[in-house]
Each structure stands twice: as C-alpha cells, then as structure tokens.
C-alpha cells in the first residue's frame, strides 16, 4: 500500500470549510484512497473513499488531483463535533491479503 | 444490529498474566482485524483474518495470537503481559469487496 502524508494539525473556524490534504505520491493505478475520522477515543468512523473523480456524501467532499498523488478533504461547514483525528489512507479495494495502514493523521481543531 | 462488540471495556493485568480480549460482529463480515493505539498515535495492526479458519500477521503480532473458528468472532490473546502492551486495542470489520471498516468500542489495557 502506498504511503500517506499529512499535517500533524489544523484549525478550522465553526460554520467554515475544512480543508484536509493528504499527500499520496507512490499511489498506483488501482489503489483507492480512503478517509477515516476518530472522535476522542472512539473507534475509527469511515467518511468517503474514492479512486480517480470527486466523490460527496453527506458528511465530506473528496477532491483527487487529476494525477492522483494528493487528494483534499473538505467538510463544508464544520461543527465543533468535527474536532477529531482525520486518517488518510491509501489501498487496494477487494480481496487477498488487504491490510489497512493508518499513520498519525492530521489533529483537526473546530473553534467556536 | 449491534454491530462490532467487544469486552471487556476495561481491564489492568499484572505482568505475565494472560488474558483473551473479545471481539464479535453480527454483519456476517468476512475480514475481521486487530489493531492498537499507543497514546497521541496512529493505529497499527496487530493481526487480521479473510475469514474463518484464517489468519495473518500484521504490523505487530508479536506477543499476541489469534483465532477464528466463526465468521462472528475474532479474539485476541495475549500470553504474557508486558508493561509494552499497555494501549487501548480496537477490533473491526469489513464485507468482502469494499474497504469500509467498522470499528468496535475499544478495550483499554493496562499492564503493571
């Protein structure tokens, strides 16, 4: 699986957009990339996911750069209820011998 | 559905005691994991099964062992608790084909 970078932290105004990049420069052709969310010390919360095009639901938006070696998180208008680890990772979708590798994320702080 | 359960919540071993951590799902998924989170740190994996009567290391395994003998139930032992393995461990889940992962609660441990 491809390796991720991300900020260690940020900071988002309430009622602003976050913007969360992830930097996945050795990502191959059919790696998907996936974002994950842990609230305090909760259980990871999966967000979205996506391959080549841009992909919405109702929690984010995922932005893929056309040459797929970085990809943006944005939650449209964070709430204090947004402050969490954000996970970027990058992998296989399917079946064999998948594993997950999440790094350290990125701390996102929503202040009111 | 109850989703990822595991038990117990909380538990404090001596050093060298064992004991089993227990992780269950009722969303008949076929891949199940392990992982832990030392504190102010990302999530590694300990070990992972594709599904019943199989299963594979991950990041971490040493000092743990696994089984699964059901779809439901995947749990993980610890033979002889070191102070290293004080963290908060975290089972989770996923259906065949997607990488979406349900985590459970998580299961503090500390060992002194």
């Known amino acids: 699986d491809a390796k991720t970078t991300q900020p260690p932290s940020m900071d988002c105004a309430e009622g602003r957009a976050a913007n969360l990049p992830c930097n996945h420069s050795?990502?191959?052709?059919?790696?998907?990339v996936y974002w994950y969310r842990q609230i305090h010390s909760q259980g990871p919360q999966y967000i979205i996911h996506?391959?080549?095009n841009n992909e919405t639901n109702e929690m984010a938006s995922l932005i893929i750069t056309e040459d797929r070696k970085s990809s943006t998180l944005i939650l449209p208008h964070a709430t204090l209820r947004d402050t969490a680890v954000y996970y970027c990772?990058?992998?296989?979708?399917?079946?064999?011998?998948?594993?997950?590798?999440f790094g350290a994320g990125t701390r996102l702080f929503v202040k009111a | 559905n109850a989703g990822v359960t595991q038990t117990p919540k909380f538990r404090i071993l001596k050093i060298g005691q064992s004991m089993t951590l227990q992780c269950a799902q009722d969303?008949?998924?076929?891949?199940m994991y392990w992982y832990r989170q030392d504190p102010g740190m990302g999530l590694k994996l300990i070990y992972y099964s594709v599904g019943a009567g199989i299963t594979d290391k991950g990041e971490v395994p040493n000092g743990y062992n696994v089984s699964r003998s059901t779809t439901e139930d995947f749990p993980l032992r610890l033979e002889l608790a070191a102070p290293s393995q004080t963290s908060v461990y975290f089972c989770?889940?996923?259906?065949?084909?997607?990488?979406?992962?349900?985590f459970g609660p998580g299961t503090r441990l500390t060992v002194l």
């Open positions: 050795t990502i191959s052709g059919n790696e998907y």
């Open positions: 989770a889940s996923r259906v065949w084909g997607l990488n979406e992962q349900f």
């Open positions: 969303m008949n998924h076929n891949y």
């Open positions: 990772i990058v992998t296989l979708e399917g079946t064999g011998g998948f594993k997950t590798i």
């Open positions: 996506g391959l080549k």
